[in-house]
């Protein structure tokens, strides 16, 4: 279990992370990507409260292309347990969908448009990088 002031942190690092990686240009712009409450986020940052809803970090986590639980904890932490899932997946990420939306159609429609955004993010890098 994290303690609020971990997630804050971790929520500051990871809007650093995703704006090195051109994914959004600021904190604001990741909101208004995720149609996430801006002051919400401001305030948890700031320590006006120390949570923010779960609704929120789901957003947050669509853009950021990772679960609403990895944006708990900083970036790199993240990164280590998406590695070590890689080394144990069999299943097609299609079959995988499917059977998060029998269980849950609304989370497949949060991955489904997490995997676009990530996509649209990249295609945009590459764009730019080509000119």
Known sequence: MTTPDQRRMALIQWVEHLKQGGVISSRSNWC????????????F????TD????????????IAG???DDLRLPPSN???????????QESSL???LEVIG??????????EAM?????????ARRQRDSE
């Open 94 to 96: 299609l079959d995988d």
């Open 45 to 48: 940052i700031k320590g006006g």
């Open 66 to 68: 990772v679960t609403p």
């Open 51 to 62: 949570s923010l809803n779960e609704s929120t970090y789901k957003k947050l986590s669509v």
């Open 102 to 111: 029998a269980h849950d159609p609304d989370e497949r429609a949060n991955y």
């Open 32 to 43: 208004a990507q995720a149609t996430a409450s801006e002051s919400a986020v401001r305030e």
């Open 115 to 123: 995997i676009r955004n990530r996509a649209a993010a990249v295609r």
């Open 78 to 88: 993240s990164a280590l347990r998406e590695s070590d899932a890689d080394d144990t």
